[in-house]
């Protein structure tokens, strides 16, 4: 099938990469001229774990093209995915990048007379949205004569192409038959291995929220749990939850053997959640409910538990250095999670602000964040390091903010070899605490002796 991508984010790029190998032909189109190049000379503009592998052959199999011309995109698809940014702003939901998609694409749809054309609203968006903001959009200036999806993506940053290939659920929000026929057609391959959910446009959008704030929710609830484990002498909250996730209400046994299932992985403490979901769904969907009069106290405290956390982590290193002020810190993992370069709402960022606030020194290492230059989102005042070692180089606490795998094989010779004194805090809760003696390693959760 010939179709077109808008936004090519990560969300954009994935889809298409993924369905370019799919064998469909696919035309990516974004108004951010660099991508768009970088996209044509088959480089990705992003880091995701196994992507740019598969670009490399879409390309070269001629199944991949990117233009920024929206009008080319139109003459060579019949139908296409909307996958631009859906931001919060002000603590709500920012829509203008999704209604300027869809107003040029309505005028492109029109200039080039293309009939049937089919919408794929891919972004996360409020309910209603598609229906009451982005139909008027298209029906003023196409009369009736187009098709209109809600589609929302649930892939995973890090984990993105698997997710992307191996869906659990594909929902398809439709005002349509033959917009339906459409979605399943490009997802044929899918078919028999996971469920078709067919909905109308709003379920189809609130089940992406509900998706995102449950997870949040997991979370919150193992941080509140690791809240009221510091309190208790011996309390392992690692292994209270890993107990709770194999109640059998949650673990099933197929044929005698557990299926450990993916929740295991949202029930952990740590430094919270961040990235470029989590925090703004959760946001918007909450200010979705105020502005129809529904209180929300559960995901209200979903958020305030996390916006707590990187500041636990901080009056934890306070607990043992006294004040922070001229002490040198080394944040290892800026990204929100490992396998991805993105750094929207890391609570790593939060961190190095408030060491920073609290006049402390702080360096910073991450595998895959090389370049600082062009982030806005990084504070300045930090040191970005290009090794590990130079980050640790007279440090007096280290924090780890991401489970890289890299620093699975971080121990005691190492921060001895370079640090003032060992003293590390682990805030994913996975190093191997075997490897550094008592009084230099820190999990959150734990009764401080
Ligand atoms: P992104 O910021 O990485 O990419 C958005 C892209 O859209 C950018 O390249 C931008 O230049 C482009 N764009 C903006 N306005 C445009 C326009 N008018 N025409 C063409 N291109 C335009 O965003 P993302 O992370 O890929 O997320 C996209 C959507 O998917 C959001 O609604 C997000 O909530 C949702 N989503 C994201 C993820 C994720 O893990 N990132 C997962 C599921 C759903």
Redesign the pocket.
């Known amino acids: 099938m010939k179709i077109g991508i808008?936004?090519?984010?990560?969300?954009?790029l994935t889809t298409g990469i993924c369905l370019a190998a799919k064998k469909h032909e696919i035309t990516i189109?974004?108004?951010?001229e660099e991508?768009v190049n970088h996209v044509h000379s088959g480089k990705l503009p992003f880091f995701e774990k196994g992507l740019q592998e598969l670009l490399n052959t879409t390309i070269t199999k001629n199944n991949l093209h990117s233009t920024n011309d929206l009008d080319i995109l139109i003459q060579n698809t019949d139908g296409c995915f909307v996958?631009?940014?859906?931001p919060t702003k002000n603590h709500t939901i920012d829509l203008s990048?999704i209604k300027?998609?869809i107003d040029?694409l309505a005028s492109a749809i029109k200039n080039n007379d293309k009939e049937n054309y089919v919408i794929i609203v891919?972004?996360?968006?409020t309910p209603s949205t598609t229906r009451k903001i982005l139909l008027p959009i298209l029906e003023d200036k196409l009369n009736q004569n187009f098709h209109l999806c809600m589609v929302?993506?649930?892939?995973?940053?890090g984990n993105?192409l698997d997710d992307f290939m191996n869906p659990d659920k594909i929902v398809i929000g439709s005002i349509d038959k033959y917009g339906i026929n459409f979605v399943e057609e490009i997802f044929i391959d899918f078919k028999g291995n996971c469920e078709f959910i067919h909905t109308n446009l709003e379920s189809a959008e609130l089940i992406k929220y509900a998706n995102n704030s449950f997870f949040s929710m997991l979370i919150s609830f193992s941080n509140e749990i690791a809240n009221i484990s510091e309190k208790i002498p011996n309390v392992d909250p690692y292994q209270v939850l890993k107990a709770l996730v194999s109640d059998k209400r949650i673990t099933s046994q197929i044929n005698g053997q557990s299926i450990v299932p993916g929740l295991d992985s949202y029930l952990v403490p740590g430094c919270g959640f961040g990235?470029?979901?989590f925090p703004?769904?959760v946001k918007a969907i909450l200010n979705f409910a105020q502005s129809q009069k529904v209180s929300t106290p559960l995901l209200n405290a979903v958020l305030q538990i996390n916006d707590e956390r990187p500041d636990k982590m901080i009056k934890l290193c306070e607990s043992i250095l006294g004040s922070l002020k001229n002490k040198k810190i080394t944040i290892l993992g800026l990204t929100f999670k490992p396998d991805t370069d993105?750094l929207r709402s890391s609570p790593s960022i939060d961190a190095i602000k408030l060491f920073l606030e609290k006049g402390a020194q702080v360096s910073a290492y991450d595998p895959v964040i090389k370049n600082i230059s062009n982030s806005i989102l990084l504070p300045k005042e930090c040191t970005y390091n290009l090794k590990i070692e130079e980050s640790l180089e007279n440090s007096d606490a280290v924090l780890v903010f991401t489970k890289w795998s890299e620093f699975k094989s971080l121990n005691f010779e190492l921060l001895n070899k370079f640090m003032k004194k060992p003293l590390i805090i682990d805030g994913r809760g996975f190093l191997d605490k075997e490897k550094f003696p008592d009084g230099t390693y820190y999990k959150i959760g734990f009764m401080k002796e």
């Open positions: 808008i936004g090519a984010g990560y969300v954009g189109f974004d108004i951010n991508k996958c631009v940014g859906t990048q300027s998609a040029a891919r972004s996360t968006v929302p993506e649930f892939l995973r940053e993105a990235g470029s979901c703004k769904d993105d």
